[in-house]
């Protein structure tokens, strides 16, 4: 039997694409709501990830998991792209190269602070809804666990978790829950 690495495989796939769009570890994080460093890890072939995970970052480009893994697979074209991806490439395009920036924990809850402000003792809110506003006003990208983590931490006399699910959302996984705006910050 022919051993084959592959996930040094799935990494030259990986970087093809990006090469071919002009895109960034950065971006396909954002679009399969990942951190960056679970896909750097996947491009220099230090960290292998799940099927899911294989899948989701396989729909960016509109294909299935074992179409993406198959480098004889063309590459698809622009037009036949999600429109989500398509957004994320002409950002790249406008933005340029993604600049690494490291944020500290004041940032992070000042930015979360500014985001609840508008909200009222009673709104709820998904935590995804709190990384799409951050990332809108402030063109800065928190993957949602992050935004939990400081959910739970420095907002827990603020915010609590609900047992309400988002249900709207498609795909396997877990159900996100909503938080609940419980005292003004």
């Known amino acids: 039997m022919i051993k084959i ?15 071919a769009f002009e895109l960034e570890s950065i971006d396909i994080a954002y679009l399969v709501q990942t951190k960056k460093d679970v896909i750097d890890g996947v491009l220099k072939n230090e960290k292998s990830v799940v099927l899911y995970t294989l899948e989701q970052i396989a729909q960016i480009f509109s294909l299935r998991y074992y179409e993406f893994g198959n480098p004889n697979h063309p590459i698809p074209s622009l037009d036949s792209l999600p429109e989500k991806t398509k957004q994320r490439i002409e950002y790249r395009k406008k933005e340029g190269p993604a600049k690494e920036t490291t944020y500290t924990s004041s940032e992070i809850n000042n930015r979360i602070s500014d985001v609840l402000s508008t909200f009222k003792v009673g709104d709820e809110f998904l935590a995804e809804e709190i990384v799409n506003s951050i990332s809108k006003k402030y063109d800065e990208t928190y993957s949602v666990s992050d935004i939990i983590n400081r959910f739970k931490k420095t907002f827990r006399e603020n915010i609590e978790k609900t047992d309400r699910k988002h249900t709207a959302r498609k795909g396997r996984g877990p159900k996100p829950l909503y938080y609940r705006l419980v005292k003004i910050i």
Do not use: G, V
């Open 5 to 19: 690495d592959l996930s040094k495989e799935y990494s030259k796939i990986l970087k093809k694409y990006l090469k």
